[in-house]
């Protein structure tokens, strides 16, 4: 009995080794290495290389990792493969022989992984020619967003031969490579000759630039490539080339409202048979006009032109007629704040508020807006000494005054016998919630501009890169009333002097003009005046 008990024991033990032997052990360091390389047949370099098939040999287990997708092959082919994995042995098979005396790179990028972890085989790269020698002219360079001058990581960086008809829009590149964490890029084993150059923000990852909402970047002059390495940055940017569109018309008693496709940056109307001047504004959304009412013009023909921030415009011929009744603008709330500080309702003293009246209106008393803090303790605005109505009668803006040491609830009343509609209807107005918090205080920033270029405009640009104020043409700069932050100063120059700083344009004979990003982040305190900033080429 003991003699087979112990037989079974001895048994278990054995079988229980031989499952260890082929399960992943529980436990233990997490593997973090990636394959290896081992050889490979064409071997890196190699010369004549013919037939149909590139074998890697790595020192573990092997996969693809979307390989069809992140494998680049330059000069581009055609040439269809399929992929086989054996273990530690991975193979292309190519549905026919590569071109006869070409250099080929094949960059694997992130296109083969481990077994276990998925690990990334990172920087692979094989070179080598099917004729006597290998090209051995190069080209380097860094790409940078325009507007930031921050490094493009991940971009496409194309090369297409300059006597060539296609570009990047029309087919994939001839040549091809990515760059680095740091925006930095490099060609290698290149065929002496003259390109054109591309950088891509590839969202698709085709290859193509066929999406205006993919960054790109590109010199009007082809490169000459040669053995001497050069370098070369691409700037990057959205070449837009689509018109605003009028999507929507709102008839009101008013006014008429125009919602564009796309931000409006200027915007213009005319009367078509007086070519008088419409009165309108451009609403906080950037996307819609209103063209209102006045004396002179009560309705009939217009000429709308509207531009989007990179000069593309749009005429429309538009019909405006006026709504019957205030239905639309009058029941609900008649108010609103249209210039809210990091979306919320917080105020400091100091700072400047708007409200938008939903109707056309007119001041007829001293006080018509009070701050209150209760029912009965405020502070009452004087007109026109505190308070300012636009142009077009519909914004009230003023200045929050002192009011109280600590942060509190107030609200602001708008008092309906003071302020009326123009056409005599009676108005009635909610009261405004707002917080006041304590004041804070501004700073400014002040310098000089030392560059050859004559027009030029500077630009305070706050943490996300928009535009806080700018001046424009000026040596020197000062930008004053300035919330306490970290900013950044920027410079775009208007190279052929016709008053505007322009972008790229869509046929890439044109890049865009230069932009200059001051080097150092610029600190502006409370109280504090900012002095010797110096802005040179």
């Not at 054995?14 to 990636?34: H, I, Q, R, Y």
């Not at 979306?343 to 018509?368: D, F, H, S």
């Not at 000062?478 to 790229?504: A, M, S």
């Not at 610029?522 to 005046?529: F, S, T, V």
């Amino acid at each position: 009995m003991k003699i087979i008990n112990t037989a079974f024991a001895v048994a278990s033990v054995l079988a229980m080794a031989s499952c260890a032997s082929v399960s992943s052990p529980e436990g233990g360091a997490k593997d973090t290495t990636p394959p290896t390389l081992v050889s490979s047949n064409p071997k890196d370099q190699q010369l004549n290389v013919d037939g149909k098939t590139i074998s890697l040999e790595f020192d573990e287990p092997v996969q693809q990792n979307n390989l069809q997708k992140q494998l680049l092959i330059t000069p581009f082919t055609d040439n269809k493969y399929k992929i086989k994995v054996n273990e530690k042995v991975m193979e292309l098979l190519f549905e026919k022989p590569l071109q006869d005396s070409t250099t080929y790179i094949f960059n694997f990028r992130e296109g083969i992984a481990d077994i276990t972890e998925k690990n990334i085989a990172k920087g692979l790269k094989l070179s080598f020619s099917t004729g006597s020698y290998i090209d051995s002219s190069r080209v380097a360079g860094t790409v940078v967003d325009l507007m930031t001058q921050q490094p493009e990581k991940d971009a496409i960086v194309a090369l297409y031969p300059a006597d060539d008809t296609t570009n990047i829009r029309k087919s994939r590149p001839y040549y091809q490579t990515q760059t680095d964490a740091t925006g930095q890029f490099k060609f290698e084993n290149i065929r002496e000759g003259n390109y054109k150059i591309f950088a891509l923000l590839d969202k698709n990852t085709n290859s193509l630039y066929d999406n205006e909402a993919e960054k790109i970047g590109f010199l009007e002059d082809p490169i000459s490539i040669k053995p001497d390495t050069q370098q070369v940055t691409l700037r990057t940017f959205r070449l837009d080339s689509k018109k605003p569109v009028s999507l929507q018309r709102q008839k009101l008693i008013d006014r008429l409202a125009i919602t564009y496709s796309e931000g409006i940056e200027k915007v213009k109307a005319l009367n078509a048979t007086t070519k008088d001047t419409i009165l309108l504004k451009a609403l906080p959304d950037g996307k819609t006009i209103e063209l209102f009412k006045t004396p002179k013009f009560n309705g009939g023909k217009v000429l709308v032109t509207a531009s989007d921030s990179l000069g593309n415009s749009t005429i429309d011929t538009i019909q405006v007629d006026f709504g019957q009744d205030y239905t639309q603008r009058i029941q609900g709330a008649s108010i609103k704040l249209i210039n809210k500080t990091n979306g919320t309702t917080t105020y400091r003293p100091g700072q400047k508020l708007t409200i938008e009246l939903q109707t056309q209106v007119k001041v007829t008393g001293a006080n018509p807006i009070s701050i209150m803090s209760d029912s009965t303790n405020g502070i009452k605005l004087k007109y026109p000494e505190q308070i300012t109505l636009d142009k077009t009668s519909t914004e009230l803006t003023f200045t929050i005054p002192k009011l109280s040491t600590r942060q509190r609830p107030y609200t602001i009343v708008l008092d309906s016998t003071q302020i009326v509609a123009l056409d005599g209807k009676k108005l009635r107005f909610p009261e405004l919630p707002i917080t006041i918090g304590e004041e804070q205080g501004t700073g400014s920033v002040k310098g000089i501009v030392n560059i050859p270029a004559k027009s030029f405009t500077v630009q305070l640009l706050d943490g996300k890169y928009n535009v806080v104020k700018e001046s424009k043409n000026g040596r020197g700069f000062q930008f004053r009333d300035v919330p306490p932050g970290i900013y950044t100063i920027r410079v775009l120059i208007d190279e052929n002097n016709n008053g505007k700083w322009e972008r790229g344009t869509p046929d890439f004979k044109k890049e865009p003009e230069k932009v200059m990003i001051y080097p150092n982040p610029i600190e502006i305190r409370a109280n504090w005046e900012l002095e010797d900033i110096k802005i040179e080429m």
